[in-house]
């Protein structure tokens, strides 16, 4: 097990480097510069730009740059927002928790019901439920999150007044942030109805960002179970008069789960992406809407280290899912 | 107290929302974050709106609703005969906020004023990169370390502005965010405390409300400044909730999440104005939408061609289709709340026939162009490439073959300043201080058409620029309006422009929100603002 974490563990070292080249070439390939941005339609002298760029370090040659970049991200510094002037990391540790908070209920409701959906579907192919759930799942899959999202707004916040219509906490709560995850914060802070108001303020937005992952891991699991009750084991199990739920519960639903948890893990990406759409729309301060204003303002700094450390992120629940593979099936461990 | 009390919660909620409504809590939806809240640092309106205008004071200010100057934390100034000094009484006994690391010791004097102008004017001062990398984009641009040559403290509540040249805008200049007051005591407390960035994330200012947390992209915390020394806020607490999209923002204020919102969208106009539960105000914005042609390149380089393609464009239907009605037609470069808006300048009118006898007179036929669409979304031009297509349907009708061309924004701006450019430009211009120089002399003078400069129709005409040379050295307001007058009628005359629009602003609020004041310079300020029981 230790050699085998270790020979991944290996693979992330030019994997980590390749992606600094992208996250930095990415912001400096898009047409634009941060001064000009700033300047905004008023205009800024070419002598002033001249200078604002050499105070931004803007003027030396790429390359040199990149390797500053690199020097300093091997000293653990991050750099500073051209826009707030602030660290990156500290804006990143303070966004973070919310988006990993918003990124987590969307996942624990993506995981819970779509599993057992893909399951049922599996067993009663070709059922109504088979079909009404996958064609859910299809609407799901295809769904405009932001059309989505304002949706579910007008209709539970704005016509029953169900729900929230959008942040992390009612605002007549206010209490210092500990962990910066609201759930937590708000049940250490004491308050009456503190706890129920961040929950409240999740359910919205979790919905809207699970819907995508939902739909995959529902059609995946489907798919990777009809595969797995096709096989010989599954038919011999069957054949030696195993009790149906046995045979599914353990010898199907085992095997089926490795593609399943591989498609749980990538989409961590795609809650990323997703959450970029979905903190918008419900004003979630999250990383999701700092990296895109980040892009727009071309604050080159923010845009290629909020992208390292999303990466890394990434890689790193990669990581985890390979191991889990080990988990669930021990001959993976020793390949 | 249906307000601010949802579904789920509203039971257990009740005794405290009772609590939050005694202590009269304003929250206003805002549109994004403020970079930071050191007001002079930044150029965003949305960082002012927290920043400089709840958290501080400047020596001027602008009269609420209005762009005229009158006194701030300066109780009145004298200016030399030759307009290049100022000497400003301040007022006494203002008081400093207080926070958990700083109460203020004195009141308000000369020194802070000269702390907060010298910082940004003297990159040797110890606090002038007091962040790595922080620069003051606003107090440069508006030219202030050329204009001003020194500020001095002559004694405790006397400060002289010494000026290298007259500059009549100079009080509006000063009465602009950026020239808001901080407190050098609290510098100097923050310096020794080896934790400077402080000015910047933990403000102590004099204004209406003291600063008291910011969660970053999600909410911003005031409360009432209960020494303040103007009229005291009528509630106790101000709350920005950051919403950044507009259709969010309307669901938050129709629920009660929040009181007033910036920036509706124009589609959700109608649906505000039938709910009873909000009312919706409105007024002219100062802002103009303008199409520049490029005056050295011919025939743009001919005024009869430019009247010509004015003539053969309707603004109507742009200010209809684009607009959605939001928008009144533009003669002026200036709008008509501004001061010296000369009313007496007649548009040139919507007369295809007429504008293609002008072109064929002048020699013009089979003209192409190009039609520059900024890719971006400004108060001024909701949408420049609809706009630009209208244009380009108009023109073909007098003959004129336009092609609609765009460019990332950074290099829209950049490009659109280059000498020789091909086509006429889309863009438009919110004024900084309300002040006529601040429009004519920045987006039409000789010194703007050049590399650097805002004069996107590179057009440099001599006795246009005289007079507003003339008005800016002028201190008397009558004689600088009829200056000014006489400058819109050489730019009608010119024409190097089509005026298009100057939008409407609009602001929709809860029906029981009371003593907001829209401001013409689109700032949003809650001092006066109350809520009926």
Known sequence: MVRFLLSKLLYLIPTFLGITIVAFGFVRILPGDPVLLMAGERGVSPERHAELSAQLGFDKPLVMQYLDFLGRLLQGDLGNSLVTKRPVLDEFLALFPATLELGLCAIIIATLIGVPVGVLAAIKRGSWFDQVSMTSALVGFSMPIFWWGLLLIIFFSGYLGWTPVSGRISLMYYFPEGTGFMLIDSLMSGQDGAFASAVSHLILPSIVLATIPLAVIARQTRSAMLEVMGEDYVRTARAKGMPSRRVIGVHALRNAMIPVVTTIGLQIG???????????????????????DSISRRDYPVVQSGLLLIAGLVMLVNLLVDLTYGLINPRIRAT | MKYLS???????????????AEAKTFVYCSEASPEGFDPSPYTAGTTFDASGHPIYNRLTEFKKGTTE?????????????????????????????????????????????VFSFQRQGDPNHPWHQYIPGITYEYYTSMDMPNLVKSVEKIDDYTVKFTLNRPEAPFLANIAMPFASIVSKEYADTLEAAGAKEGLNNAPIGTGPFRFVAYQKDAVIRYQKNADYWGEAPKIDDLIFAITPDPSVRLQKLKAGECHLMPYPSPADLESIRADDSL???????LNVGYLAYNTTVAPFDNPKVRKALNMAINKEAIIDAVFQGAAEPAKNPIPPTMWSYNEAVEDDPYDPEAAKAMLEEEGVTDLSMNIWAMPVQRPYMPNARRTAELMQEDLSKVGVNAEIVSYEWGEYLQKSMEAGRDGAVILGWTGDNGDPDNFLSVLLSCDAAKEGGANRAFWCNEEFSDLLQQAKVT?????????????????????????IAHSTQYVPMRAEVTGFVMSPLGDFTFENVDLAE
């Open chain 2, 6 to 20: 949802h579904g789920l919660l509203a039971v257990s909620a009740l005794a405290l929302t009772t609590a939050f």
């Open chain 1, 270 to 292: 795609v809650l990323i992406a997703g959450a970029i759409l979905t903190e918008t729309i419900f004003s979630w301060p999250g990383i999701g809407k700092w990296m895109i």
């Open chain 2, 475 to 499: 201190s008397e307001q009558a004689e600088r309006t009829k200056l000014y007058e006489q400058a819109q009628v050489i730019f009608k005359e010119q024409a190097p422009w089509l005026t």
């Open chain 2, 279 to 285: 009312k919706l105000d409105e007024q002219p914005g």
């Open chain 2, 69 to 113: 100057i009158e006194p701030g934390l300066a109780e009145s100034w004298e200016v030399s005969e030759d307009g290049t000094e100022y000497t400003f009484k301040l007022r006494q006994g203002v008081k400093f906020h207080s926070n958990d690391r700083f109460t203020p010791t004195r009141d308000f004097n000369a020194d802070d004023v």
